[in-house]
């Protein structure tokens, strides 16, 4: 792939900032589920004030725009890997959480709920062991959609700027560094682009399977 505008080897830069891009966006996609799991089984389930303060809260996140959330989030905090899994995360928990919340409504009232209240289990059992099981089906492909867009995110931050920090390679940064030569060498613009592509087409073609698997199984 020959080497960019600086001397450095553009292979060896793309396979290191995928190692970046595949622990990134993982951790963050992990973090955004478990929160908004756990906040969608307990708006689902209690019902009443718990549930309109969890969703007005979690209305008031999706009211900004996540491109501008990133941006003020990150530019007082800093880039980092960790600020940018944290960021990417608290933005899309209130997503995953009304998925997690419809679930929990149409379950809670049905007959093997009921035997678990009569049998005296907690509150926390029946929400991780009864009705969690449930939702394991559309947070699975759920999350490998999200893992599409959250590597999208993390491209557009390196593009802006904001990305992670030197001297980690960026792919979102690789296509800043060299836009403004794409007429001269459009292959240092190009590659890291087609790599971000190709693994937001593989992230949703690996989300679609398991759809149809579940759908037939």
């Not at 600020?83 to 679930?103: E, M, Q």
């Amino acid at each position: 792939l020959g080497v960019d505008h600086l001397g450095r080897d553009i292979w060896s830069r793309l396979v290191w900032g995928a190692r970046t891009v595949l622990t990134v966006a993982p951790a963050a996609v992990i973090g955004a589920a478990v929160l908004g799991t756990l906040l969608g089984l307990f708006a689902g389930y209690r019902g009443g004030w718990i549930d309109a303060v969890i969703m007005r809260a979690g209305d008031i996140l999706l009211a900004f725009p996540k491109i501008i959330l990133y941006l003020i989030i990150i530019a007082r905090f800093g880039a980092s890997a960790l600020n940018i899994i944290l960021v990417i995360a608290f933005s899309s928990a209130p997503i995953i959480a009304r998925i997690v919340r419809a679930v929990t409504l149409d379950v809670k009232n049905r007959d093997y709920i009921a035997a678990a209240r009569m049998r005296g289990e907690s509150t926390l059992y029946i929400l991780l062991c009864e009705i969690l099981p449930n939702v394991r089906g559309p947070l699975i492909v759920d999350f490998f959609l999200r893992l599409g867009y959250t590597t999208i995110a993390i491209g557009v931050l390196g593009f802006l700027g904001i990305g992670l920090p030197p001297p980690d390679p960026d792919w979102g940064g690789m296509v800043k560094e060299a836009y403004g030569m794409i007429f001269v060498w459009p292959h240092m613009t190009l590659i890291p682009a087609a790599a971000i592509s190709s693994l937001v087409i593989g992230f949703t073609f690996l989300a679609s399977g398991l759809q149809e698997a579940a759908r037939d199984g």
